[in-house]
């Protein structure tokens, strides 16, 4: 049995990503923006909306843009 040991790489570099990124979320649906369900972002949005609020929604919206 013949094996062709002729092996081709190809690497692509490229800058890696911000670890940790800060993104406004929104209650109300804007146009442009992306719906994300509230489910997604459990243990992360709790200190910033209030519950109430949050008991109401399915759904936050965000631009993906800092505050």
Do not use: R
């Amino acid at each position: 049995m013949e094996y062709n040991n002729n092996l081709l790489i190809n690497i692509l570099t490229f800058n890696h990503p911000k670890v940790e990124q800060e993104f406004a979320f929104y209650t109300q649906k804007q146009e442009g923006f992306c719906p994300i369900h509230k489910g997604d972002l459990s243990g992360v949005i709790e200190d910033c909306i209030p519950e109430e609020e949050l008991n109401q929604i399915l759904w936050l919206y965000t631009d993906f843009l800092p505050p």
